[in-house]
């Protein structure tokens, strides 16, 4: 069976600092991968998705960036972080092709102060 | 592009009381449509999903959803909630062939014993 992981749960970060959130999947190849963002009140907000190896796409302009180095990793980065990036960060996957339902992970919660 | 409307953000209701969501989106062309649910400290899970054929889906725990394409809604219904139905639940719709997925605003469900 297929299991999304996503660490760290929880991460407390002073501004101006890095970032780098992890996001594997296991037991599937070749997922289409994605990052939101999740405020309370406000839905999921889509940052990026990729489609397959280094194959990004962006979808607000913001102080984050996303990679995939490897087919069932995805990482979500920030050179500097501002106030605004603290929130609940989702990991999601989904068979590759359009349409098909999209599987969650965990979730980090970030806190920048 | 496609955008979801959740009305109603804050729902309380007793056991046993009757529930209904509402999801509209704008999209003119075909969609697969979703209703997730967060129960507290849980990952985000899927509850139903429509892509075609029989416009009224069930999905888990009672829960069923219809989808009316002449109004663009795809409303959640249960008919006799329990306290352990308390947690968000989030529209969401994705064009056909697209890959990406539109969440609407999420409705937080309490339920009191």
């Known amino acids: 069976s297929q299991t999304i992981h996503q660490w760290p749960a929880t991460l407390v970060q002073p501004v101006g600092s890095p970032l780098s959130l992890e996001c594997t999947v296991e037991g599937t190849s070749n997922p289409n991968l994605y990052w939101y963002r999740q405020a309370a009140g406000r839905g999921l907000q889509l940052l990026f998705y990729s489609i397959g190896i280094d194959q990004i796409s962006s979808e607000v302009p913001q102080n984050l960036s996303a990679s995939r180095p490897q087919d069932r990793q995805f990482i979500l980065s920030s050179k500097k972080l501002l106030l605004s990036d603290s929130g609940f960060y989702l990991c999601?996957?989904?068979?590759w092709g359009g349409g098909n339902e999209q599987f969650f992970g965990p979730g980090t919660r970030l806190t920048v102060l | 592009a496609q955008s979801v409307s959740q009305h109603n953000h804050h729902v309380i209701l007793s056991e046993a009381a009757s529930l209904e969501l509402g999801c509209n989106y704008s999209?003119?062309?075909?969609?697969?449509l979703f209703w997730y649910v967060q129960y507290p400290g849980q990952h985000l899970q899927l509850l139903l999903k429509y892509f075609s054929g029989d416009p009224l889906v069930k999905g888990i725990k009672g829960f069923e959803a219809e989808f009316i394409k002449s109004k663009f809604s795809f409303n959640l219904r249960k008919p006799s909630v329990q306290w352990s139905d308390t947690a968000e639940y989030f529209c969401?719709?994705?064009?056909?062939?697209?890959?990406?997925?539109?969440f609407g605003k999420g409705n937080q469900v309490v339920v009191i014993p």
């Open positions: 999209y003119g062309g075909t969609v697969n």
């Open positions: 999601a996957w989904s068979v």
């Open positions: 969401a719709v994705n064009a056909r062939g697209n890959n990406r997925l539109a």
